[in-house]
């Protein structure tokens, strides 16, 4: 059965929805969210790199749809733990709250002077004329206390280098955006949305 038209983005985040929705608009992409596909099953995420996670989930929606995908992952990678948690961001602790994410992060950090961190968000494009992926990166350390309200995840324990003395969850939206990993990653979407227009 044909899936129509259109541009499918593997997530049913409303957030990153409006947000790479926002950013296409003008090229004259519209982007259709997974749930306007009820028959397919939610992508796999079984890779060891935000890359892999980001071309797994793009190439199964693609291949499920027929259509061109885009699809997104991202996280948080610390170099004192290795650069845990990484790809496992959103499950680092059992109850996958930030709460509860953020409280295991300071544990782990306690007494450890090098705080160095990154946010990462891989993008990947799949159409029939090929594939992408890339990253955008946010560099900065982490904090020794929360801070803040805005944001999500592990914004109240981030501090970015770019605005320094602020955490994350301490910026307005459009500060986050604009020297966010999303925000970096996304800024290179559309140039390769030309490139692979099927
Ligand atoms: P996902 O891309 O929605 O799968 O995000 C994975 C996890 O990484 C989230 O649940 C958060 O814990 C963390 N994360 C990703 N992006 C951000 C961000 O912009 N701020 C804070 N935490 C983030």
């Given at each position: 059965?044909?899936?129509?038209?259109?541009?499918?983005?593997?997530?049913?985040?409303?957030?990153?929805?409006?947000?790479?929705?926002?950013?296409?608009?003008?090229?004259?992409?519209?982007?259709?969210?997974?749930?306007?596909?009820?028959?397919?099953?939610?992508?796999?995420?079984?890779?060891?790199?935000?890359?892999?996670?980001?071309?797994?989930?793009?190439?199964?929606?693609?291949?499920?749809?027929?259509?061109?995908?885009?699809?997104?992952?991202?996280?948080?990678?610390?170099?004192?733990?290795?650069?845990?948690?990484?790809?496992?961001?959103?499950?680092?602790?059992?109850?996958?709250t930030a709460q509860a994410n953020?409280?295991?992060?300071?544990?782990?950090?306690?007494?450890?002077?090098?705080?160095?961190?990154?946010?990462?968000?891989?993008?990947?494009?799949?159409?029939?004329?090929?594939?992408?992926?890339?990253?955008?990166?946010?560099?900065?350390?982490?904090?020794?206390?929360?801070?803040?309200?805005?944001?999500?995840g592990y914004d109240p324990l981030?501090?970015?280098?770019?605005?320094?003395?602020?955490?994350?969850?301490?910026?307005?939206?459009?500060?986050?955006?604009?020297?966010?990993?999303?925000?970096?990653?996304?800024?290179?979407?559309?140039?390769?949305?030309?490139?692979?227009?099927?």
């Open positions: 059965m044909s899936q129509g038209t259109g541009w499918v983005l593997a997530s049913n985040n409303p957030h990153k929805v409006k947000e790479i929705g926002r950013i296409l608009a003008p090229h004259g992409i519209s982007l259709r969210p997974l749930r306007e596909f009820p028959d397919v099953e939610d992508p796999p995420e079984t890779g060891s790199t935000f890359e892999a996670n980001a071309l797994q989930k793009a190439r199964f929606v693609f291949q499920a749809t027929g259509l061109p995908c885009i699809a997104d992952d991202s996280g948080l990678e610390v170099d004192a733990l290795n650069g845990a948690p990484g790809v496992h961001s959103k499950r680092y602790t059992p109850q996958a953020n409280t295991k992060l300071l544990g782990a950090l306690d007494g450890v002077s090098e705080r160095g961190a990154r946010f990462v968000c891989a993008l990947a494009v799949v159409t029939a004329a090929g594939e992408e992926v890339w990253r955008g990166t946010c560099e900065g350390s982490i904090a020794t206390a929360p801070a803040g309200t805005h944001g999500f981030f501090l970015p280098t770019e605005i320094p003395g602020k955490c994350m969850a301490e910026l307005a939206p459009s500060d986050k955006d604009r020297i966010g990993h999303r925000g970096q990653a996304l800024e290179r979407l559309p140039e390769a949305l030309n490139r692979l227009k099927a």
